[in-house]
């Protein structure tokens, strides 16, 4: 068994994380993911008030009664939700874990750390790993560019940023992008990270809640089929290349603005792709781990396989390089 400084900290059996997911991070699919020993998030504002998400909360709990975290996305709005209440609803509902991402948490530290909550922050980049831990975060999640969602404006992969982040921080830190299996797992131990984040892999399980039709299309798509859209506007999204990733893309390089795509990219529409099963109602997150993804396991089956593969590979091709003349 693979046992990390983050396992100790996050109080989980594997270093293996699934990150916040909009419309994804349910009950049944992080409920599944803390039965397998890893650490899921149910996704705060998936929920469309503070009392549903302590709701979801509950619900999870009935389904487990291994640790989990609920994500908290602070983005700007002009109508932003109400954080403080979502942050209410989670600390009253006793979860311990929180993986914050978007804008800093700094303003909900204090609140979390007196009722004895860790926070795990989603940086993309080494400076704001760094100010996340100065400000006092328990662990950081650094995203190179493979991921899905917002992958910065650095353009840095994870071969570079993980290292990187690694050497300056102290406190656990968790690799994120293109992140699928055993290999991944090891490759981001030796580059300095004390576990991996997924999305695109959780996404395609058996338990993730959205249509099949998703997780086919996982499946068939390679590492090539994706869009990086929103990238003249300097807020960088990477998403499933379908028909209307691929219009907002030529939108935007033709000198479009945002108001032009605003009907594209509606959370609605990406809503729709998940429940439906329509590939093309909108647009839909995910990562360049498309390419190494081939089945769709459940959640149970695909924990145990990583770290089969990780212990196999520490043990045996690795060792055995080791012990060469």
């Not at 948490?105 to 831990?133: D, I, N, Q, Y």
């Not at 921080?169 to 981001?188: E, I, K, M, Q």
């Not at 030796?190 to 086919?216: N, Q, W, Y």
């Not at 459940?298 to 520490?314: K, M, P, Q, S």
Request: net charge negative; glycine share 10%.
């Amino acid at each position: 068994m693979l046992t990390t400084r983050f396992c100790d900290t996050f109080g989980v059996e594997h270093p293996i994380v699934q990150g916040g997911m909009q419309w994804v991070g349910r009950a049944e699919l992080v409920s599944a993911v803390a039965e397998a020993g890893a650490l899921g998030f149910l996704t705060a504002l998936t929920q469309p008030t503070p009392e549903a998400l302590a709701a979801e909360i509950a619900r999870c709990r009935e389904l487990t009664d291994k640790p989990f975290g609920v994500n908290l996305t602070i983005l700007p709005s002009i109508n932003p939700p109400p954080y403080d209440e979502y942050r209410r609803a989670i600390i009253e509902s006793g979860v311990k874990v929180v993986e914050t991402a978007g804008f800093n948490p700094e303003a909900h530290l204090p609140e979390f750390r007196a009722h004895g909550v860790k926070v795990l922050h989603k940086c993309t980049s080494v400076r704001h790993a760094v100010k996340a831990e100065r400000i006092g975060v328990d662990g950081v999640s650094i995203d190179g560019f493979e991921c899905a969602g917002h992958p910065g404006e650095d353009d840095i992969p994870g071969l570079v940023l993980i290292p990187a982040a690694a050497r300056r921080l102290t406190v656990p830190v968790v690799a994120s992008g293109g992140f699928t299996d055993g290999r991944g797992l090891v490759a981001a131990l030796a580059l300095g990270a004390d576990g991996i984040s997924m999305g695109t892999r959780f996404l395609c399980t058996v338990e993730a809640p959205v249509h099949r039709r998703v997780k086919e299309q996982i499946v068939a798509h390679s590492e090539l089929d994706t869009e990086l859209i929103f990238r003249p506007l300097r807020n960088t999204a990477r998403v499933a290349s379908n028909s209307v990733s691929r219009k907002v893309v030529d939108i935007l390089r033709e000198g479009g603005e945002f108001p032009d795509v605003r009907d594209l990219v509606t959370g609605a529409r990406g809503r729709k792709v998940f429940e439906d099963g329509d590939l093309d109602a909108g647009i839909w997150s995910a990562g360049l781990a498309q390419g190494l993804i081939d089945d769709i396991p459940t959640v149970g089956d695909l924990v145990r396989r990583i770290v089969a593969e990780a212990g196999e590979l520490i043990t045996g091709r690795l060792a055995a390089a080791c012990r060469r003349p």
